[in-house]
């Protein structure tokens, strides 16, 4: 009986590997961009083929089954990662790992919940296996050998044709190859192993995306009520200095941005305390009457953002970036974040103690992780306090997760009796995964929840019990405040770092108002901004966490320029938008979903020919810009032309 080519088996096991995978976690299966993937697989295949046939049998078989387990670790990797944290892998993300090592202690559990889908993946390893002898592991001649290398050349330039297949559509292949780096939308598209390349060579060689400048349409000055939120910077000194197409790109960007204009809103809260949260995977679904009364009460309150999201990107750090930058989180932009090497001369605590004011920053978990010390510093927090670098000594730091109660318990006395105003900042970590009756807080308020009788599976019933002990600490802040005398001159905002992805879109559906996607909705979420004196606001417009900052300074009247935010300010007349992990976005006007190239319009009315094209490039700009302002430290090289 004949025996079994290798290729055959490679290219057999790569296209059955990537359509498992599909399976596992897309909606959308068959796409387009399918072509690409699979003249990609078989160039991989013959590839690998040449190369496990180079040596003697015995080594060639030894390889084969190297070569082909390491691909199974790999699929199975990302199936548990991205099903589990909502995000893929990338050599890229290596840089920030300790977010993925962060949940090893986790990792048996989440490896067994998903055992069956492991084992269909590593099949083809097992197949192999028990029918080896049955295989071709036979060295080739020279002859041979050069007929497969010319088959390799010959089947890369098949794949490299099939790139322009739909080259001018939004994310084709040709794009995303050519003009944008985004392993999320790669992997969605163009699959696995085909990111995997490509992931690799961007990282050794470098890849700088495409920017695009527009020039926008200024408001005319008799329309104008009120001024820019922007600062005298001069652009073309930068652009004339530099040796640096880069930056010199960058600054036409900048120079060609109108930013936001100030608006009725501005300066309402010029003088006030400020406290700012970032509280562990809070979502709209915690806000229950029953279950989180303050928060469901305060969410009725102040300005009511019914269009707000967290889009989840890379975890905590992700959110906690775009919260305190504006701007959208990567990979790039996360080590730099990290390294404490890049300039905030508008960093939030910053220009508050420019104002005169005292600032603080608590967490109550390690001081350190993620370099959370390194970055705050940065931002203008000097005296930041933390598990193991002070406040291990008045909270348990050595439960898991810690208590926000305890948290504020033992630190509003810091900064309450303050005879300046004090802008605060808390990272919340009650709220974190696992949701199960183990978790501290969860176990915490267990009696409670199970009181109520609630039809939610157990994983949705911690994650509510979790959230309680953050209503129970923002309770008793509010109480301290108005012991204090303080409340009525506080303005509480409050923001989730991400959704709580360790629920499955499934479980996220028990609990929620309406049926959420995968991709756009279940990030829908709520943003506190509230003040016990003030009026209800009701804002309709999108936002997300990229805005929080430039909405905050424009309400407490601090000086910034608007066209260095990624973000907008929430309250202004810029239009509202809000951009996802894989560059899907959410408009005033509609969703545009990028792995499928759908787009819902939400209005009636009828939209210009080139509005989603035109959107598209601007998520693309906004996204880019936002790297190369970190990898550039681009703050530091504008600010030394402030006029």
Same mark, same amino acid.
């Given at each position: ?111 067994? /919940? /998903? ?86 060579? /961007? ?123 504006? @701007? ?43 370099? /959370? ?76 929840? +199970? ?24 309770? @008793? ?52 901004? &509230? ?23 424009? @309400? ?28 899907? &976005? ?13 787009? +819902? ?43």
């Amino acid at each position: 009986m004949k025996k079994v080519n290798i290729f055959l088996i490679y290219f057999v096991t790569f296209i059955y590997l990537e359509f498992l995978y599909r399976i596992f976690l897309y909606d959308k299966v068959f796409i387009p961009a399918n072509i690409t993937m699979i003249a990609f697989l078989l160039f991989f295949a013959m590839t690998l083929f040449l190369f496990t046939k180079l040596l003697k049998e015995k080594a060639n078989k030894v390889f084969f089954f190297i070569f082909l387990s390491i691909i199974c670790v790999w699929f199975s990797a990302q199936y548990v990662v991205k099903s589990f944290m909502d995000f893929y892998i990338s050599f890229s993300i290596l840089q920030i790992a300790d977010q993925v090592g962060s949940f090893l202690g986790k990792a048996v559990i989440e490896v067994l /919940r /998903r055992l069956f889908g492991i084992i269909l993946i590593f099949l083809p390893v097992i197949l192999c296996g028990i029918f080896h002898r049955k295989i071709n592991f036979k060295k080739r001649k020279l002859k041979a050998s050069i007929l497969i290398l010319f088959l390799c050349f010959a089947s890369y330039g098949l794949y490299y044709l099939s790139l322009n297949i739909q080259k001018d559509k939004q994310y084709s292949a040709y794009v995303l190859y050519h003009e944008v780096n985004n392993p999320s939308l790669n992997i969605e598209k163009v699959g696995v192993l085909n990111t995997f390349c490509l992931d690799i060579h /961007r990282v050794v060689f470098g890849f700088d995306e495409k920017i695009v400048i527009k020039n926008k349409k200024k408001v005319k000055p008799e329309e104008v009520v009120y001024g820019y939120n922007n600062l005298d910077l001069d652009f073309d000194g930068l652009i004339n200095d530099t040796n640096d197409n880069l930056v010199k790109e960058m600054s036409e960007y900048f120079k060609n941005e109108t930013g936001t204009l100030q608006n009725e809103y501005t300066g309402m809260f010029k003088g006030k305390n400020l406290i700012l949260f970032m509280a562990e995977s809070f979502n709209e679904i915690a806000l229950r009457k029953d279950i989180t009364p303050t928060l469901y009460k305060m969410s009725k309150e102040g300005f009511v953002l019914k269009n707000y999201y967290t889009p989840t990107i890379y975890s905590t750090i992700g959110g906690e970036f775009q919260e305190l930058s504006g @701007l959208y989180a990567n990979f790039s932009s996360l080590s730099q974040w990290r390294s404490g090497q890049n300039s905030f001369p508008m960093g939030i605590a910053t220009l508050f103690q420019n104002e005169g004011y005292n600032t603080f920053a608590y967490h109550n978990n390690s001081y350190a992780f993620q370099d /959370r010390n390194v970055y705050l510093e940065k931002l203008g927090f000097t005296n930041f306090k933390a598990c193991y670098n002070g406040l291990e000594k008045l909270i348990n730091c050595g439960q898991w997760p810690q208590s926000d109660v305890e948290m504020i318990e033992t630190t509003y006395t810091d900064y309450i009796d303050s005879d300046k105003p004090f802008m605060v900042f808390y990272a919340t970590v009650s709220g974190h995964a696992g949701y199960s009756w183990s978790n501290s807080m969860a176990r915490k308020h267990k009696e409670q929840i +199970e009181a109520l009788d609630l039809p939610y599976s157990i994983p949705v019933q911690a994650y509510l019990g979790t959230q309680m002990e953050l209503d129970d600490a923002i309770n @008793l802040l509010l109480e301290k405040l108005e012991e204090a005398g303080k409340l009525d001159n506080t303005v509480i905002v409050l923001v989730g770092d991400h959704y709580p992805y360790e629920l499955t879109i499934d479980q996220v559906n028990e609990v929620a108002s309406y049926k959420k996607d995968s991709v756009i909705e279940v990030n829908h979420s709520h943003l506190f901004i &509230w003040n016990s004196k003030m009026e209800t606001v009701k804002i309709d417009k999108i936002g997300s966490q990229i805005d929080i900052i430039p909405t905050v300074y424009n @309400l407490f009247a601090l000086p910034y320029d608007s066209r260095l935010f990624i973000g907008h300010d929430i309250l202004s007349s810029e239009p509202g938008l809000a951009m996802f992990a894989n560059n899907s &976005w959410v408009s005033d006007k509609g969703k545009y979903y990028a792995s499928s190239g759908k787009f +819902e319009q939400t209005t009636d009315e009828e939209l210009d020919e080139n509005y989603v094209d035109d959107m598209n490039m601007d998520v693309r700009n906004r996204i880019t810009m936002s790297k190369y302002i970190m990898d550039k430290n681009y703050y530091k090289l504008i600010w030394d032309y402030k006029k």
